[in-house]
Structure formats: C-alpha cells, structure tokens
C-alpha cells in the first residue's frame, strides 16, 4: 500500500457525512407499490378519464373554416353525377339501334324481338333519320313513312301488288313466320337491315326520292355556317392556395388562412367558335372573371368582439385559346374543350390580415399583386341543345374547370397566392354566318 | 339529463346560429381536447383531432335526437374520429416503412407524485397500438369483443395489446421511481 493510499483511507476511511433530513419520507413515498393490472387501470382512468385540457385559442376559427370547405364537396360530387348522366345519355344514344351480325344464310342482316310480318310492316315506318346529314346507304339507310304504305289495308296492299317492286303482301304471305323486329321504341321505327326477300324495303328504297340522296357533304359539311357565337355566365368554387416565398412569413400564411374563405365566384364570357375539318372547333374570346372570398375577422367595438365580414375579389380579363372536339348527336350534343388561358390581373380589392399589424391591411395597396400577362389552362364539357326548327340557336351547359399556373402575388411578396377554380357555366350559342 | 340551458344551445346549433355553436364548443372543447390528448402521442395531432371532432360533431348534429347525455355522445364521437385518425396513420406508417416507437423520456418522479400530467405522458408514449387500446378499455370502458370489432383485430390481439400496455406503464414509472429516489 503506498502513502498515498494510507493518506485517504486515514482521512476518509472511518468518514460519516450528513445524511439529508428528509430521506427517509422520500424513500417511505416511493415504497408504494406500483399498482398493477386493473388496479392501474383504476389509477389511469381516475386521473385522466374526465380529465379537461386547454383548448388553443384559434381552434375555433379553424373549425370555422374547416366547417366552410366542406359544402363544396357535396359540389364536386353533384357535378361529377351530372358529368356521368351526360356521359352515360351520349353513350346510350351512339349505341347501334339495330344488330347488325349477318343471318346464317347471309342474304341480310338479323333483327332481334320476332313479330308478325303484318305488324311489323303497319308498324310506323317513320325514319329515325331526321338529321339531313346523315349518311345513308343501302344497308343501313332507313324509310320514310311516307314512302312505304302499311301492309294490312286492301287498298294499298292492292297499290302495291300493281307496283313495279314486289309487293309486301305477297312477302308477308310467303313469310308467314314470324320476322324479327326491334326491341326499343327507336329501332322499331327503322326496318333497314331486313333482308330483301323478307320485307322489300331494300327494293322499294330507290323509288323513295330525297330520302335515299345520300348526304354526303350535306348542309352542315358544306363550308357554310362555321362561325358561331357564344355567350356563357359561370359561377365557380375558387380554390385559393398560399405559398411561402419567404421561410419567415408561417406566421402570416396562418393567419390569412383561417380569415379567408371562399365565396361563390364568377365568370362572363364572350366566344366564337370556328369549326374545322371533321368533329374538330377552335374557340377563343374573351372572358371576365372575379374570384371571390369572404374575409372575416374580430375586432373589438365598444368593448366586446364583434365578427366582421367583407369581400376580397381578384378581377381578371382573359382570353381562352380552346381546342374542342364534338361528339355526334342529334339536338343535344357534347364537345370536350381543354387549352391555355391568357389572363390579365386587371385589379384586387379587399382587406388582408397581417402578423405586424392590429388593423386589417388593404390588399390592392399592401398585398404586392402583380399586373403582367399570367398563363392557365382549363377543360370543359360543353352540353348543347338545339332549340326550334332553325335550329339557329343552342342552349349551352357547361361544367368546366381552370388552374392559374403562377401566383397571383409579385416575386418579392413574401406569400405566393395560387388558385384553381371548377364551375358550370350556361349561355346560348348563335349561327353567325 | 340534458339542462335546459344545454337543450337550447343544442337547438340553436341545429338551427345553425353560430353563438349556441360557438357556446357548445366552448362548452365541451377543454373535455374532448382531455381525450384526443390520451389518444394522440403529439399536441399537434391532438388538435387535428379536436377539429375533426367538432367538424362532424356539428355535421352529425340531427342525429343526436336528445337521446342520452351530450357529453357521452359527444366523447363517443370524438374517440371515434381519433381511431380513425389512427387507422389512417397506421396505413401511413405501412407505407412509408416508419415505425412508432415512442420516445423514452420524461422527468424523474416517484409513482406517488406522478400526476395527471405525468400520467398523460406516460400514456402518450406508448407504442400506437398498446396506448389505442389501454384507452379503450382502462378508460373508456369497451371490452375486448368491442375493441376487436372497432380495430378489426382479434380479441385475443386487444387482450394481448392491454397487458404489454399495462407492463410498459409499470416499467416506466418503475423506471422514473428509481431515477427519482
């Protein structure tokens, strides 16, 4: 053992410090038992199962918006249900009206449904075919009632029977098995695909006069009556969105977050349409649109918080450069629309909340908006129905929708303000020439 | 039994008069916030939740038909607008590969002193799973059957899930006990 050793086993060996006063109730506390099993469930439940906690000061604004943004779900969905019903009637319509897979002996087509050919014959014949430009052919071109007489009166079966063509009596008699006819109400009204020696309607087709002219480059395909016009009023859920563009301004984002909330925007727009080759049309024109929120915020009057509301708009000329394609229809028809937008930020009004500031700020003078050229795009579903017997005018439904690609804000702002907008317009369109 | 004062603001929340909607919150926040806090591990999720909660409390109102205690209702919503919220995060954390293992900490103090604060931490930092289901059934009260339906796991899952839970609390106040004395 060496001195050094000696020297602290002499000075601390046989050493008995303090002991602190209180140890003994801190060690007898802690003896309790840890409590196990339902025991500590009691011990939870006791302590936290009625248990109330501070409540954030701006939760209730942020179920305010909450509560505000979910309305318009319900918007979405009523409009995607309209985009299907649409969708789902031009599908139905474009559907073939007749079966047109060849009888096994491969004189004709088959029809479907058998009925007796006396009744199919009476049948109103009337064509399905009242558009003119319709393309007619001679194994799918329908009869006008006024071409084909009904098989069962004497008289005109006895007019027939005197006819150069060969007359339906004498087919219905030969046939006295059942032919088959359509199954809907629209392909009853058409016996084009009957093979020839059923029912002569092939036969009989020539003498038919302007019917049977087939349209090929009829009055719609002719050059004439390219240029429409149209006129549209929109109203739209504008989806604003803020971007920070400075890492210091969360403060600021918060804020105008939770006082700003979307109101019901709109849109007015004047277009002309230019249709070219095949379904294809160009629209372009010009557009107004003002996107819309409601500002809320409180501020003490006369000593107690009152609510209070205001409107911020953000107004806009825009011009839209759309490619449309047109689906085939008759009165009502659909075209699907997408292109740019170029849009001007003509003007902004309204007030905004700012973290350095106890009063509202306004935001044409504080909220650093640009004024260049921005760009966009949208999509559209234009539903048209022709209305009267000129069939000059339609009447136009359209479920559309827009983004703005940049911010609405200049660079320097220190929020980026973005937006998409989703809306249905309606309006009438015009045969300009 | 719902007071008078309780009954109109009720009525005028279904009449959406935003005063009584404003009063019922007011009302019944601090209560729902106490239970969204047990079932969520941040103070961040917590009010999400809280939020939520309010959001289809007010949608949901119709439904109510004066029918039972408020509170009850109200509680009952809220704990299931955060199993929901916890499905999700669950489906989340699947996706993404992250796990939730809670951190360990807290301050040293002896099982006689813990209090409800202390209690809260404990609780938020069990695993999801355990702390889902130790307050389903040390809490709220449903039973295993319950809480297997609720969660889509087995009864014998939720019982499993309780008892970790229960060892998990004894060894961290166990472990704050010794470091405290």
Sequence with gaps: MSDVDQLFRDGLGDRKPDVPADLWQRIAANKASIPEGEALDQAFAGALGARQAAVPPNMWARIAAARRTTPYYRYAAALLLLLGLTTGYFVWDTAPTLDSSPLPDGRGTQVQNEVPVAQAASTELSTSNDRADAPLSPQSSSVDIGTVPPATPPANTAALASSSAPPIAQSAAAADAPVRAPRSATTARSVATLPADFLPVANLLPETGPVLVASEGGFRASGRHRLQGEVLLGAAYAHQRFGLQRPTAQEQRTLREVSEFPEVSYQLSARLRYRLGGPWRILTGLTYVELRNQFEYEAMLQGSPRLLRSNNRLRMLEVPLLASYELPGRRLRLSVNAGPVVHLSTGVSGQFLHPDSAQPRDLAADGQYRRSVGLGWTTSLTTTYTVGKQRGIQLLLEPFFKQYLGSFTAPEATLAEHYWMGGLQVGLRKQLR | ?181
């Design chain 2, 1 to 181: 039994m719902l007071s008078m004062k309780e009954k109109e603001l009720i009525e005028g929340a279904l009449r959406n008069d935003e005063r009584c909607q404003r009063a019922l919150f007011d009302r019944y926040a601090p209560l729902l916030m106490g239970v969204c806090q047990r079932y969520c591990r941040t103070q961040a999720e917590a009010e999400d939740v809280l939020q939520d909660t309010f959001v289809r409390l007010f949608a949901k109102l119709p439904k109510y038909g004066f029918q039972g205690s408020f509170a009850g209702w109200a509680r009952r919503l809220c704990v299931n607008v955060a199993l929901k919220t916890y499905q999700r995060k669950r489906f989340t954390m699947e996706q993404t590969g992250l796990d939730n293992t809670p951190e360990r900490g807290g301050a040293p103090t002896a099982y006689a002193d813990l209090g409800e604060q202390e209690l809260l931490q404990l609780i938020q930092q069990l695993p999801d799973g355990y702390r889902i289901v130790f307050n389903l059934y040390a809490i709220e009260g449903y039973s295993h059957k319950e809480i297997g339906e609720r969660l889509g796991i087995q009864e014998a899952s939720s019982r499993s899930q309780l008892l970790k839970a229960r060892k998990t609390l004894q060894q961290q106040i166990a472990h704050r006990q010794r470091i405290a004395i």
